[in-house]
């Protein structure tokens, strides 16, 4: 079950398939149907190993590129944000509004045209925190983390050194804000989280500023280690 489930990624359609090859009354199957079904599974797991790659590699790309954006929203929903807008500077330059609903433009013009109601949000709709919002609160919900996704994308796109910690604290910042909704608990000012955020990536940025001080000095050490060996070499050859 677990083999099955690891190689579909889906444990419905893994219970599924159990439950009939439990019930199945079964026969024999001739050796061209078998190779037709084993070529297919081979297809099938190269596919899953191929998505399996993609992921990674997105993850990769994405903590490089983007790393509060994906830290917020997502790896996925952070790239098809990228890729709606052209580029991530692209993205910078929107405004919370247009971050909102984008991949709804459809949506939005038809709106328009027959003059009623705009659509609330786009992609941003496949994110966890727009699901997990009760339906009269998905619209505010929806203009928060727009907001928060238009900073993050700043912070990303003209970062000189871009990390993770302002997104993960403006994905708690969204976390506080459902609560706040459903339970009415005042979440803490956003002053005072990003002020820690600041305080938090300047540590970082020194502790890598040393790390790689520290790198450089081993390095020119080791260079000059061998620059003396080889003149000592070429001197005892002389």
Do not use: W
């Amino acid at each position: 079950m677990e083999g099955l489930e690891e190689i579909i990624m889906d444990a419905g359609k893994a219970a599924a398939i159990l439950s009939a090859a439990k019930s199945s009354m079964g026969m024999d199957i001739s050796p061209v149907d078998l190779t037709n079904v084993l070529m297919f599974t081979n297809r099938v797991v190269s596919l899953s190993e191929y998505r399996r790659s993609l992921s990674e590699y997105l993850k990769n790309k994405m903590g490089t590129v983007a790393p509060n954006m994906a830290a917020l929203i997502g790896e996925q929903v952070g790239a098809r944000l990228i890729s709606k807008a052209g580029s991530l500077t692209n993205l910078a330059k929107c405004p919370a509004s247009t971050v909102q609903i984008l991949g709804a433009e459809k949506a939005l013009f038809r709106a328009m045209k027959t003059k009623t109601s705009t659509p609330k949000y786009g992609l941003i709709y496949h994110s966890t925190f727009i699901g997990r919002a009760g339906r009269q609160f998905k619209g505010r919900a929806s203009r928060f983390l727009s907001n928060k996704l238009s900073i993050a994308s700043r912070i990303d796109a003209f970062s000189d050194n871009p990390c993770n910690i302002f997104g993960q604290k403006m994905k708690q910042q969204c976390e506080d804000r459902l609560k706040y909704f459903e339970t009415g608990e005042k979440p803490p000012k956003n002053v005072d989280v990003m002020h820690d955020a600041l305080q938090e990536s300047l540590v970082l940025q020194q502790q890598n500023e040393s790390l790689n001080t520290s790198v450089k000095r081993k390095k020119s050490k080791k260079e000059k280690k061998s620059k003396k060996n080889k003149v000592e070499e070429k001197e005892n050859g002389e």
